[in-house]
Nanobody
Framework: QVQLVESGGGLVQAGDSLRLSCKAS????????TGWVRQAPGKEQQFVAS????????LYADSVKGRFTISKDNLKNTVYLQMDSLKPEDTAVYYC??????????????????WGQGTQVTASS
């Protein structure tokens, strides 16, 4: 059973930064698109960002483009989400997610095969 363990969430002021980490329990992140999905109270899940198995391609939601950066370290089996200039509307539980694929260049995250447990991010105004 694969486990995705997130860390790095917390409470910050609007305009501050946070970095989320997602570590996979398996030996490799290759052959997996990895990304982040968030859910605010009373709202549907929202795609945030994803990165291809090779790490060469990334995809962002328009609402976070230019503020968030997704990256990966295959040697550490870890994906990161650097979140800068946080806004109150970024407040949500952030879930790490993965999809198996043989396409090393794809950033398509759905349908998700594995989910992390989620980490809370709160940006207060």
């Amino acid at each position: 059973q694969v486990q995705l363990v997130e860390s790095g969430g917390g409470l910050v002021q609007a305009g501050d930064s946070l970095r989320l980490s997602c570590k996979a329990s398996r030996g490799s992140l290759t052959n997996y698109v990895t990304g982040w999905v968030r859910q605010a109270p009373g709202k549907e899940q929202q795609f945030v960002a994803s990165i291809s198995p090779s790490g060469g391609s990334t995809l962002y939601a328009d609402s976070v483009k230019g503020r968030f950066t997704i990256s990966k370290d295959n040697l550490k089996n870890t994906v990161y989400l650097q979140m800068d200039s946080l806004k109150p509307e970024d407040t949500a539980v952030y879930y790490c997610a993965e999809r198996r694929t043989l396409n090393s260049a794809t950033t398509v995250l759905l349908p998700v095969d594995y989910w992390g447990q989620g980490t809370q991010v709160t940006a207060s105004s």
